[in-house]
C-alpha cells in the first residue's frame, strides 16, 4: 500500500496492490519498473514474514518510472498476510500444557494430541483451537498440517513419540520437534531407521528439542520449544547454531547404544512412563541399552 507520496506519482496515495506467492497481483499501484520492484519485495515478505517500508524516488531514480515521466516519490508498506501457523502438539502432560500456553502467547494456532482425555481436554487447554483425546491412529488421519505449520511431540513415551515422529517426517510441516535425551533420540532413531525413514527425514527433526539455552525446568523447556519455532517462522539464521539435529545427535561418533532384537527384527524393549505421563523417561531394552 501507498503510505506517502509527494509531487507526481503513477497512481494516488492509498493505491493497494495484493501480491501472491507466484508473482500474480490483484490491483495496482501504477505499474512500471517500481511496481516490479515491489512485487519482488512483497514475494520476499511473503516467504520471511517480515514487513518492509520501501522509499522510491522517481525524480533521482528515472528508471522506476520509465514511460511515465511523473518525477515523485512515494513511500510503499509492503506486509504479508498470512494466517497464524497452527502448532500440533502430541502429548498434554506438564511440558505439553506449558508450550501450549506460550504458543498461544506467540500467536500460533493451538491442537492438542493425546490419547487420555483425563490430559487433553478442555479445561487442561483452553487456548486449543482443538483437541484429539482418543487413539493416536485415529486423530492422526485427522490432521491437515501444511508447509507453515510446527509438530512438537512430548507423549508419555518412547514408544508413542516414535508413532508421532513417524508420522511428522511425512508431511510438509516448517518444523518438527521431539523432546527428550540424547539416548531417546538415538533409541527413536534406530527405531524408525528400520520403519524406512530416511537420513533425510531425520534431518528436518529438531531433537533434542528447543533451543540449547540450559532448560531445565517444564516453565524454560517450553520457553525454549516455542522460541525455536519463532526462530524457524521467522527463518532466524542467528539462531541456528543453537538448534539440535536429530540425525546429527543420533549418529554421532562415540555413540554407545545397542539394541537386541526379537525374532521379527524389532528391538525388544520395556517403556517406562512418567506418573503424570511426562515425555523423554526411561526406556530399557529387554537386554541392555
Given amino acids: 500500500m501507498i503510505v506517502n507520496a509527494t ?9 493497494k496492490m495484493l ?19 515491489v512485487i519482488r519485495e512483497a514475494k520476499e515478505a511473503l516467504a520471511t514474514g517480515r514487513p518492509k517500508l520501501l522509499s522510491f524516488d522517481l525524480h533521482e531514480n528515472p528508471r ?3 514511460g511515465m515521466v511523473c518525477g515523485g ?44 482425555p483425563d490430559f487433553a481436554n478442555p479445561q487442561r487447554f483452553p487456548e486449543a483451537r482443538a483437541i484429539h483425546a482418543g487413539e493416536v491412529e485415529a486423530a492422526l488421519k485427522a490432521l ?17 513419540d516414535a508413532v508421532a515422529l513417524r508420522w ?29 525413514v530416511t537420513d533425510e ?26 522460541a525455536e519455532m519463532i526462530a524457524v517462522v521467522r527463518k532466524s539464521n542467528a539462531a541456528r547454531p543453537a538448534m539440535r539435529n536429530m540425525l546429527a545427535v543420533a549418529t554421532a561418533p562415540g555413540r554407545n547404544v545397542s539394541q537386541s532384537k526379537s525374532k521379527d527384527g524389532d528391538a525388544e524393549t520395556e517403556i517406562g512412563f512418567s506418573p503424570d505421563g511426562e515425555a523423554g523417561w526411561t526406556v530399557e531394552p529387554a537386554s541392555k541399552l
Avoid: C
Fill in 7 to 15: 509531487g507526481s506519482i503513477p497512481s494516488f496515495e492509498t493505491a
Fill in 64 to 66: 522506476l518510472d520509465l
Fill in 144 to 160: 491437515k498440517p501444511n508447509a507453515r505449520s510446527l509438530v512438537f511431540i512430548a507423549t508419555r513415551g518412547h514408544l508413542f
Fill in 201 to 226: 527425514q531425520f534431518a528436518r527433526v529438531n531433537a533434542p528439542v528447543g533451543l540449547d539455552v540450559g532448560a531445565v525446568t517444564p516453565e524454560e523447556i517450553a520457553i525454549s520449544v516455542v
Fill in 19 to 37: 501480491v501472491r506467492e507466484d508473482g500474480s497481483i490483484v490491483g495496482t499501484i501504477g505499474g512500471g519498473a517500481g511496481e516490479a520492484a
Fill in 73 to 116: 516519490s512515494l513511500n510503499v508498506f509492503v506486509e504479508a498476510i498470512q494466517p497464524a501457523p497452527v502448532a500440533y502438539l502430541f502429548g498434554a502432560g506438564h511440558v505439553g500444557r506449558l508450550v501450549a500456553q506460550a504458543a498461544k502467547i506467540a500467536r500460533f494456532e493451538v491442537e492438542v494430541v493425546d490419547d487420555r
Fill in 168 to 196: 511428522a517426517v511425512d508431511t510438509p510441516a516448517a518444523y518438527i520437534g521431539m523432546i527428550g535425551s540424547k539416548r531417546k533420540v538415538r533409541f527413536v532413531y534406530d527405531k524408525l531407521k528400520r520403519d524406512g
